[in-house]
Nanobody, 123 residues
C-alpha cells in the first residue's frame, strides 16, 4: 500500500505561481501513473495533470501552458508547478496513483489518494 502526502498549497494572489508536491511512501511509485486532480466546493473532481510510467505528461486543454507535472524517482515524489494562477483555480488539490502506469483522466482508475492541499487564489 502506498501513502501519498501533498504539500505546497496556500493563499496566493492572482498571477502567482505555486509548486505542489506529492511525496509517496510505502513503496516506489516510479512505475505508476500519478495524477493531480482538484475539487472546488460544490463541483466534481476535475483532472489537472498526469505523468505516466515513462514520464509522458498529459493536461486538459483548460490548463495547457499554465502547469507542468514532473517526477523525481530518487525522491519518490511528483510535483505540479502552476503558473498564472486565477481565482477559478481555487480548490483542494489531490495527487493520486495507479499501479497500471498508463495515462487516465478518470479518478475512478486511481487506487491511492492523498488527503489534499488547499489552494486559494484571490484578486
Amino acid at each position: 500500500q502506498v501513502q501519498l502526502v501533498e504539500s505546497g498549497g496556500g493563499l496566493v494572489q492572482a498571477g502567482s505561481s505555486l509548486r505542489l508536491s506529492c511525496a509517496a511512501s510505502g513503496r516506489t511509485v516510479s512505475g505508476d501513473a500519478v495524477a493531480w486532480f482538484r475539487q472546488a466546493p460544490g463541483k466534481e473532481r476535475e483532472f489537472v495533470s498526469c505523468i505516466d510510467w515513462n514520464s509522458r505528461t498529459y493536461y486538459p486543454d483548460s490548463l495547457k501552458g499554465r502547469g507542468t507535472i514532473s517526477r523525481d524517482n530518487t525522491k519518490n515524489a511528483v510535483y505540479m508547478q502552476m503558473n498564472g494562477l486565477k481565482p477559478e483555480d481555487t480548490a483542494v488539490y489531490y495527487c493520486a496513483s495507479r499501479v497500471r502506469g498508463y495515462y487516465s483522466n478518470n479518478p475512478k482508475h486511481y487506487e491511492n489518494w492523498g488527503q489534499g492541499t488547499q489552494v486559494t487564489v484571490y484578486w
